[in-house]
């Protein structure tokens, strides 16, 4: 179907009452994801996210032992974790908020995570260990996402895995959320992939004993009408997560 021609049945401004959400077992898959996701794999990227390595295991049980002893953790919606491979879409609070998002999800596949390339891991060491934990490098440029990044993002959900993204791309610092910026949606439709919305609150204000609400929402799929243009189903992907996260930091105590 050709992407800028509504089928019959369209209704006013382009919608058509017909139009139901793209079965998640048959997905589109865009140009630039096919273009990339053939490339070779950093070698800073571990490759299988289906068969984790011990340190990851190891890290993310003691996290989640700590958590759960150290602050009064709730997690709600944990059956709305849909079948991999999906993107975490998140609010930022704090650096250490993947401590109350990663141990609260299956432990395979893995949950990957990403940090500066030029910061981050800038020694031998760092690039030893980090990808062992499901970190992998990114040279973003004013907020853009390189295409060494791009193509991990999708190489990594090609195998099975799951992406964790804060898409306000800063800190929050509280309880209200940013405007998200658009590369969650793009990667989103690109891949074919649902979004996993997940909020956190109590984190701003972090101290032993806590509480801390973990709020897992229903995944929202890439599943636009094929007639719309790129941006407006990109925008239009973007708008549902950030109602689904929102939604979740508004959910009763």
């Known amino acids: 179907m050709r992407g800028d021609v509504p089928p019959k049945g369209a209704g006013p401004g382009g919608a058509s009452s017909r139009h139901t959400p793209l079965p998640p077992g048959r997905p589109y898959q865009g140009p630039e994801y096919r273009a990339l996701v053939d490339a070779p794999l950093d070698p ?6 289906k068969r984790p390595p011990r340190l990851y295991r190891l890290v993310r049980r003691l996290v989640r032992w700590l958590v ?28 250490f908020d993947p401590a109350f998002i990663i141990p609260f999800l299956p432990e395979v596949p893995m949950v990957y995570t990403m940090a500066k390339r030029e910061t981050v891991f800038n020694r031998a060491w760092k690039r030893r260990l980090l990808p062992l ?6 040279s973003p440029h004013r907020g853009e996402l390189d295409e060494a990044g791009l193509r991990t993002v999708y190489q990594i959900l090609a195998r099975g895995g799951v992406v964790l993204i804060f ?46 609400d973990v709020t897992i929402g229903p995944p929202v799929y890439p599943d636009p009408p094929a007639w719309w243009s790129v941006s407006r189903r990109v925008t239009q992907m973007v708008e549902n997560v950030q109602r689904a996260i929102t939604s979740g930091l508004r959910r009763r105590r």
């Open 44 to 49: 800073l990227v571990h490759p299988d996210p």
């Open 68 to 95: 759960l002893r150290l602050f009064r953790v709730t997690a709600a919606g944990i059956e709305n974790i849909p079948v991999p491979p999906f993107i975490i879409g998140a609010n930022h609070q704090a650096w």
């Open 133 to 138: 934990i499901g970190v992998f490098p990114i």
């Open 167 to 212: 898409p306000e791309g800063r800190y929050s610092r509280g309880r209200g959320l940013r405007p998200l910026k658009t590369g969650i949606g793009h990667f989103a439709l690109q891949a074919g992939v649902p979004v996993c919305p997940i909020a956190v609150r109590g984190t701003d204000r972090l101290r032993p004993f806590t509480r801390i």
